[in-house]
């Protein structure tokens, strides 16, 4: 059996067509709305992905802007360019890249970008909408791949899904909205003893844990769904050599590149087994810019309605 492949740039070109009309209007009847990007010091995969971010805005007609302070900046400093940012009328959305490094404090900064412009949905104001299941800013990544079962038509309600990983911007979040969908949701992280038996239960697994090819064909129930969030460069030549036994083939872009990315799920073994599965690269990735651009346009929507009338001139 061969799964079916789960295409994440046909779903982010179906989003991003929707938002256009709504981004021409905004930009007609006021202002296009407005992104800053901070990435902060020079992590390459950070880069990588806010590069894809400012284009894609770029693309659509969102303003965006991006501030790149060195990795030595310090929490109040940070804090002062937040600051300056909440207080643009311009701007209706703030996405701090993450991780920041170890010197920064990730939660004030969390913390310090106003609510409703919080783009990511990391402010506890917005987490806690989530967790009561109220409108808000949801986390891109778990919300793209919402849209993606949802436009698969993979029915959520009653399945037993499993999410493997519990960080704050996929685990928990992703288990919530599939919870919210009246799935069955067990969490799993790297501690829960027998992962495969608990994988093996799912018929929906999310694995969103980094590491490379940890989801065998032993943890996947025959037929199931597979979502892969992990991106997991490679360079490791003896490593590839052995998730690729059976497809030397696929050893071909290590040879070219010096590196080969690869999910959380084994890439040979995952679509034997599972029913539908998100490629890597081209799977989950285009859809959390997808929703980050969905988030700034609601956001921009939203601030509009918000914001005081301008005073009638006579
Ligand atoms: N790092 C990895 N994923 C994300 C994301 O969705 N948002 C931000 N801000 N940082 C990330």
Same mark, same amino acid.
């Given at each position: 059996?061969?799964?079916?492949?789960?295409?994440?740039?046909?779903?982010?070109?179906?989003?991003?067509?929707?938002?256009?009309?709504?981004?021409?209007?905004?930009?007609?009847?006021?202002?296009?709305?407005?992104?800053?990007?901070?990435?902060?010091?020079?992590?390459?995969?950070?880069?990588?992905?806010?590069?894809?971010?400012?284009?894609?805005?770029?693309?659509?007609?969102?303003?965006?802007?991006?501030?790149?302070?060195?990795?030595?900046?310090?929490?109040?400093?940070?804090?002062?360019?937040?600051?300056?940012?909440?207080?643009?009328?311009?701007?209706?959305? $703030?996405? &701090?890249? =993450?991780?920041?490094?170890?010197?920064?404090?990730?939660? !004030?900064?969390?913390? #310090?970008? *106003? /609510? %409703?412009?919080?783009?990511?949905?990391?402010?506890?104001?917005?987490?806690?909408?989530?967790?009561?299941?109220?409108?808000?800013?949801?986390?891109?990544?778990?919300?793209?791949?919402?849209?993606?079962?949802?436009?698969?038509?993979?029915?959520?309600?009653?399945?037993?899904?499993?999410?493997?990983?519990?960080?704050?911007?996929?685990?928990?979040?992703?288990?919530?909205?599939?919870?919210?969908?009246?799935?069955?949701?067990?969490?799993?992280?790297?501690?829960?003893?027998?992962?495969?038996?608990?994988?093996?239960?799912?018929?929906?697994?999310?694995?969103?844990?980094?590491?490379?090819?940890?989801?065998?064909?032993?943890?996947?129930?025959?037929?199931?769904?597979? $979502?892969? &969030?992990? =991106?997991?460069?490679?360079?490791?030549?003896?490593?590839? !050599?052995?998730?690729? #036994?059976? *497809? /030397? %083939?696929?050893?071909?872009?290590?040879?070219?590149?010096?590196?080969?990315?690869?999910?959380?799920?084994?890439?040979?073994?995952?679509?034997?087994?599972?029913?539908?599965?998100?490629?890597?690269?081209?799977?989950?990735?285009?859809?959390?810019?997808?929703?980050?651009?969905?988030?700034?346009?609601?956001?921009?929507?939203?601030?509009?309605?918000?914001?005081?009338?301008?005073?009638?001139?006579?």
């Amino acid at each position: 059996m061969s799964a079916r492949l789960l295409d994440g740039k046909k779903i982010r070109d179906q989003i991003l067509a929707e938002l256009a009309p709504q981004v021409h209007s905004l930009a007609a009847a006021h202002r296009p709305p407005g992104l800053a990007v901070i990435l902060v010091g020079d992590n390459p995969a950070s880069a990588i992905y806010v590069r894809s971010k400012v284009a894609a805005c770029h693309e659509l007609g969102i303003h965006s802007e991006q501030l790149t302070p060195p990795a030595s900046i310090s929490t109040s400093e940070l804090l002062s360019l937040i600051d300056n940012l909440n207080r643009r009328d311009d701007i209706d959305g $703030i996405l &701090v890249q =993450m991780p920041l490094p170890p010197q920064i404090d990730s939660r !004030a900064v969390l913390l #310090a970008i *106003r /609510p %409703d412009k919080d783009v990511d949905g990391f402010h506890p104001f917005n987490v806690g909408n989530l967790v009561a299941g109220s409108p808000g800013p949801r986390a891109c990544t778990p919300a793209g791949i919402m849209e993606m079962l949802l436009r698969y038509d993979i029915p959520v309600e009653g399945r037993r899904a499993v999410v493997v990983g519990r960080s704050d911007i996929v685990g928990k979040p992703m288990a919530l909205m599939l919870l919210h969908r009246n799935a069955t949701v067990t969490i799993c992280h790297s501690r829960t003893p027998g992962l495969a038996a608990e994988c093996r239960r799912a018929d929906i697994l999310v694995a969103a844990i980094g590491k490379p090819a940890l989801i065998t064909a032993d943890f996947i129930q025959p037929g199931a769904t597979v $979502i892969d &969030v992990g =991106m997991n460069r490679i360079t490791d030549p003896a490593l590839a !050599a052995r998730i690729f #036994a059976r *497809r /030397p %083939d696929r050893l071909t872009q290590l040879a070219a590149k010096g590196s080969i990315l690869i999910g959380d799920v084994h890439p040979v073994e995952g679509p034997e087994v599972a029913g539908a599965l998100t490629p890597v690269p081209g799977g989950v990735g285009p859809l959390t810019i997808a929703m980050l651009m969905s988030n700034t346009v609601r956001s921009a929507e939203s601030r509009l309605l918000a914001a005081p009338a301008a005073p009638c001139s006579s």
